[in-house]
């Protein structure tokens, strides 16, 4: 299997659950470390772009993807460039295969855009959402970090499907 998914989870709110303008994987923040078989920096644009098994970590938060777009503000730069990903993130794409895990924690889909300004993250495409034994299926998991806010959208003609396993089964009758 090309990616493996680490571990179990869901809601990728949680994960980005910081202050606006400071992008982070982790809700702990610190320093973020990449690996890829690729890396573009374009410094006009302050876009680094990774590509090829991309994997981006930060304490205990994973994204996998086969492309990481990263798009850096201008302001945080003070004057001039201050060089390959430098400054605050104002959005991030992840493309192809995308895996967003957390211990506990883990949602999947064709694609990911986070965006600081708005504080939410969209996954598209073949969206699965998992915590413990709980899953979700969709088309479109739209993620308000601020308010926690989570919803997900069917394929058109479709329904959300999901699974949810109660944590107290009181009935004495078993799974």
């Known amino acids: 299997m090309r990616h493996l998914l680490i571990a179990a989870g869901a809601l990728l709110a949680v994960a980005l659950a910081t202050p606006q303008a400071h992008a982070q994987l982790s809700e702990n923040g610190g320093p973020v470390s990449y690996s890829a078989n690729n890396l573009e920096y374009v410094d006009n644009d302050r876009t680094l772009v990774l590509s090829g098994d991309v994997d981006i970590v930060q304490n205990d938060a994973r994204l996998r993807a086969d492309r990481v777009t990263m798009m850096?503000?201008?302001?945080?730069?003070?004057?001039?460039?201050?060089g390959l990903g430098s400054g605050d993130i104002e959005r991030m794409i992840a493309d192809g295969e995308?895996?967003?895990?957390?211990?506990?924690?883990?949602?999947?889909?064709?694609?990911?855009?986070?965006?600081?300004?708005?504080?939410?993250?969209?996954?598209?495409?073949?969206?699965?959402?998992?915590?413990?034994?709980?899953?979700?299926?969709?088309?479109?998991?739209?993620l308000q970090i601020g308010s926690r806010r989570t919803t997900i959208r069917p394929t058109p003609g479709q329904r959300v499907r999901g699974v949810f396993v109660p944590r107290n089964n009181s009935s004495g009758g078993g799974r």
């Open 72 to 82: 850096f503000s201008r302001s945080s730069g003070g004057s001039g460039g201050q």
């Open 98 to 142: 995308v895996y967003y895990v957390r211990p506990a924690q883990s949602a999947r889909g064709n694609r990911a855009v986070y965006e600081v300004a708005q504080d939410a993250v969209t996954f598209t495409g073949n969206v699965v959402v998992a915590s413990e034994e709980n899953v979700i299926r969709g088309e479109t998991l739209v």
